[in-house]
C-alpha cells in the first residue's frame, strides 16, 4: 500500500505540536537549555536557526534527485555550515551585541541534530513546497519551546519579558533560573509538564470509548 | 560511459560544484560584511574611551561619532569634542593614546588589561590622565562572573570607586585596606572579583607608566 | 611554571567549575541517550575524550596555519603568486566552521578505523557511539574556544590541548555521575509524567548546581600557585 504524501499543510502542522523537535523529539537541547536566560537571545536564536533550516530544507530538496544515498550526510552538513556561516556573520555585522552575548551557540546550529534530521527525513524525499512548510513549521515548534523557557526563566528569574520589567525592582527574583542550573529545571518541568498534559488529553479522548464498550 | 558514472568524479560531483557554489556564496558575504564586522569589533573599545576619559557626566545625553581614529562626543549641551585616538605599541593587550584634535594636546590613555575573575577571565579598559599620575575611570569589557554578585563590577556604583585615585601605589581593596588612604570598598559577596578587578587595574597601570616614561618627550607633543 | 600554573587553571576550568555539560550544555544529546548504564556512560565518556583531542589537535594546526587571519600558509601562497601582495592580507577565517566540522568528521572516521584495526575489544565496547559523536556539540564547541583563543594569540597547542582533553575529562564525570544516579531512580517511584527525560532534565539541574560550588577554585589555586 503506498504512503500518500504529506501535503505542505500536514507537514506544517506536524512541526508546531505533534512533532514538536524539542518537547516531543527532544531535538536541538543546547540552544534551549544556553541561550533561554532571556528573550531576546531566545529569539534571535530561533531567528538564525529558522534561517539555517528553511534554507537548508530548500536546497537540499531542490537536489534531491541528484543525491548519492552514501553522500547525503555530506551534502547536509556543507549545506548547513555554510548558511550557519552566512547567519553567524551577518549577526555580527549587524547585531553585534547580541552576536557576542550569543557567542559559540551560533556555529553550533550546525550540530543541531534537529536540521539535520528535518533534512534526512523529509526535505531529501519531497518537493520543495512540501520541504518549505515542514521547515517552517519546525521552526515555529522551536520558537514555541525556546520562547516558554525563556518565557518561564526571564520572569522568574529577571523580573522582565522581553527586557520589559514586569514585577517591581525591589521584588526578589530568584537568580537560580538565570544560571545554568535553572535551565535544566525549567526545561525538565515543562517537559514534565507537556507529557502530564499529553496525558490527559489523551485520557480524556478515550473516556467516552471506554463507557461505551 | 559506465566507467565515468562509477569513478570518483562521477559520484562526487555534485559535492564538488556545491563546494564551489557555497564558496562563492561565503566569498560574496565575508567581503561585503567584514569590514562592517571590523568597524563593531574597533567600536566596542572606542565608544568607551571617551566616557573613560572626559567622565561619565559629560556623556549624559551625548552621541558619539566615530570615523577611522576620530571620535567625534556631541554632548546635549555645549561643543562637540573631537578625540584622536591612536593605538601604541605595548606590552598591555592595547594603549591607547587619547588627544583633543583642535588645540592637539594630549588628553590622557586608555590601556587594556585582563586575569583571571571568579569565574572566567575578566578584561578591562583603564583611563590614565596624561602624566599617568591618576585614574580617570575603569569599564568592564568581557566578565563572566557570578549574575548578581560579581558582575556587580559592571555596574557604574562599583567602578566610581577608582575614578580619581593617584597611581602612585598599587590599589588595595577590603580587609586589606584598613591602612590606605583610597580603600576600594569590596562588593558584598563578591570579594574575589573586586579584587581581581584592583589586580588587572594594579598590573596594568604599572605596565603601561613604564612604557610611557620611556617613551621620547617629543611624541607627548604630537597633535 | 607560569605555563604549568596557565595548564592547571584551563584544565580544572574545563573539568570542573565550567564543565562543558552542565555550564555550556553542550554535548546533551548523549548526556540524556547514553547515560541509563554506568559502563555504556564510561565507554560514551572515554570515547568522547579521545575524539575530542584529535579533534582539537587537527582544528589547532588549521587554525594556526591556515584559518586564523594572517596565517602563514595562504598568506605565503598568495604572496608567491602575487609578489605586491600586503604581508598578512590573507584571511580565511569566514571557512573555519565548515573546516572545522569536517575535521570532526574525518577524526571520527580516523578514530573508528584505528580503533577497529589495533583495539578490537574496545571497538565492541564503544565502537557503536563512535558515529554518534560527529554531532556532539562538545567537540565543535571546544573547537570553537581554542579557535577564539588561538585568534587573540593567548593560546598555544599545549594550552588547546589541555581544554580539549580536560573538556572530554569533564563530560565523562558528568555522564558517569548522571548514569550512576540514573541507575539508583530506576528503584524509585517517579511520578508517570516526570519519567524518563523530564526527570534526567531535573537531577541534571541538581547536579548542575552541585558543580557550582567549584566555581572560584581557580582564583583559590591561583592564589595559591602565585602568592
Redesign the interface.
Known amino acids: 500500500m503506498p504512503v500518500p504524501e504529506p501535503t505542505p499543510l500536514e507537514r506544517f502542522l506536524n512541526g508546531i505540536l505533534p512533532e514538536n523537535p524539542v518537547y516531543r523529539q527532544?531535538l536541538g537541547?543546547?540552544p534551549t537549555?544556553?541561550v533561554t536566560a532571556a528573550m531576546k537571545p531566545a529569539m534571535t536564536m530561533v531567528g538564525a536557526t529558522a534561517f539555517v533550516l528553511i534554507c537548508a530544507n530548500l536546497i537540499t530538496s531542490l537536489?534531491r534527485h541528484?543525491?548519492?544515498p552514501h553522500?547525503r550526510i555530506?551534502?547536509f552538513?556543507?549545506?548547513i555550515?555554510?548558511f550557519?556561516?552566512?547567519a553567524?556573520?551577518?549577526l555580527?555585522?549587524?547585531a553585534?551585541p547580541m552576536s557576542k552575548l550569543l557567542g559559540?551557540y551560533v556555529?553550533?546550529i550546525?550540530?543541531?541534530?534537529m536540521i539535520?534530521s528535518r533534512c534526512e527525513v523529509c526535505s531529501s524525499k519531497q518537493s520543495p513546497k512540501t520541504a518549505l512548510a515542514d521547515a517552517v513549521g519546525v521552526s515555529l515548534g522551536f520558537l514555541l519551546a525556546l520562547a516558554s523557557v525563556a518565557t518561564v526563566r526571564e520572569i522568574l528569574g529577571n523580573g522582565s519579558w522581553f527586557g520589559i520589567q514586569l514585577v517591581p525592582e525591589s521584588f526578589p527574583t530568584l537568580?537560580?533560573m538565570?544560571?545554568?542550573?535553572?535551565?535544566?529545571?525549567a526545561?525538565?518541568?515543562l517537559?514534565?509538564?507537556a507529557?502530564?498534559l499529553g496525558?490527559r488529553r489523551k485520557a480524556r479522548a478515550s473516556e467516552p470509548h471506554a463507557g461505551s464498550a | 560511459m559506465s566507467r565515468l558514472r562509477d569513478s570518483y568524479l562521477g559520484q562526487g560531483w555534485l559535492i564538488l560544484l556545491l563546494a564551489g557554489a557555497f564558496g562563492a556564496l561565503l566569498a560574496a558575504v565575508h567581503l561585503k560584511l567584514s569590514p562592517r564586522i571590523e568597524d563593531n569589533i574597533q567600536a566596542e573599545i572606542t565608544r568607551e574611551i571617551p566616557g573613560l576619559l572626559l567622565g561619565a557626566e559629560v556623556l549624559e545625553g551625548a552621541s558619539i561619532k566615530i570615523e577611522g581614529d576620530l571620535v567625534t562626543v556631541e554632548p546635549a549641551v555645549g561643543e562637540p569634542r573631537v578625540l584622536t585616538i591612536v593605538e601604541q605599541p605595548s606590552e598591555a593587550s592595547a594603549l591607547y593614546r587619547v588627544a583633543e584634535r583642535d588645540p592637539g594636546h594630549l588628553l590622557g590613555w586608555v590601556a587594556r588589561g585582563q586575569d583571571h575573575g571568579y569565574a572566567d577571565v575578566i578584561e578591562l579598559l583603564v583611563g590614565l590622565t596624561a602624566d599617568t599620575g591618576r585614574i580617570t575611570g575603569i569599564y568592564v569589557l568581557n566578565q563572566k562572573e557570578t549574575p548578581a554578585l560579581g558582575d556587580g563590577i559592571v555596574r557604574s556604583d562599583f567602578r566610581r570607586h577608582f575614578v580619581g585615585i593617584p597611581t602612585d601605589r598599587p590599589l588595595v581593596v577590603g580587609a586589606d585596606a584598613a591602612q590606605s588612604r583610597y580603600p576600594i570598598q569590596a562588593l558584598t559577596g563578591a570579594t574575589v572579583s573586586s579584587r581581581s578587578v584592583c589586580k588587572i587595574v594594579n598590573d596594568t597601570v604599572a605596565l603601561v607608566k613604564v612604557e610611557i616614561a620611556e617613551e621620547p618627550e617629543g611624541s607627548n607633543a604630537r597633535p | 611554571m607560569e605555563l604549568f600554573a596557565d595548564l592547571l587553571l584551563i584544565a580544572i576550568g574545563a573539568a570542573l567549575v565550567n564543565n562543558f555539560v552542565l555550564t555550556y550544555f553542550v554535548g546533551l544529546c548523549p548526556f540524556l541517550g547514553v547515560s541509563r548504564r554506568l559502563d555504556t556512560a564510561f565507554g560514551m565518556g572515554c570515547a568522547v575524550t579521545f575524539v575530542i583531542s584529535v579533534a582539537a589537535l587537527l582544528s589547532w594546526t588549521m587554525t594556526e596555519f591556515v584559518l586564523r587571519p594572517g596565517a602563514p600558509l595562504p598568506n605565503w601562497v598568495w604572496s608567491s603568486l602575487n609578489p605586491a601582495a600586503e604581508a598578512g592580507a590573507v584571511d580565511l577565517s569566514v571557512l573555519s566552521y565548515i573546516v572545522y566540522i569536517f575535521v570532526i568528521a574525518s577524526s571520527v572516521q580516523l578514530v573508528e578505523m584505528y580503533v577497529r584495526k589495533f583495539f578490537p575489544p574496545l571497538y565492541k565496547s564503544f565502537g557503536v557511539f563512535l558515529p554518534l559523536i560527529t554531532t556532539n556539540c562538545a567537540i565543535l564547541f571546544a573547537c570553537l574556544e581554542i579557535m577564539k583563543h588561538v585568534v587573540a594569540r593567548d593560546w598555544g597547542l599545549a594550552e588547546s590541548l589541555t581544554l580539549a582533553i580536560f573538556g572530554g575529562v569533564g563530560f565523562t564525570i558528568a555522564i558517569v555521575l548522571m548514569a550512576g544516579i540514573r541507575e539508583e531512580l530506576e528503584l524509585c517511584e517517579v511520578p508517570e509524567s516526570l519519567r524518563g527525560a523530564a526527570i534526567t532534565m531535573i537531577v541534571a539541574g541538581i547536579l548542575a548546581l552541585a558543580f557550582m560550588g567549584f566555581s572560584g577554585i581557580g582564583a583559590n589555586v591561583e592564589k595559591l600557585l602565585n602568592p
Open positions: 527532544l537541547l543546547c537549555l544556553a537536489i541528484l543525491l548519492k553522500l555530506l551534502v552538513t556543507l549545506t555550515a555554510t550557519v556561516t552566512i553567524d556573520r551577518t555580527a555585522a549587524f553585534y559559540p556555529p553550533l550546525i550540530v543541531n541534530c539535520i537568580i537560580l538565570i544560571l545554568p542550573p535553572g535551565a535544566f529545571l526545561l525538565g518541568s517537559l514534565g509538564l507529557t502530564w496525558h
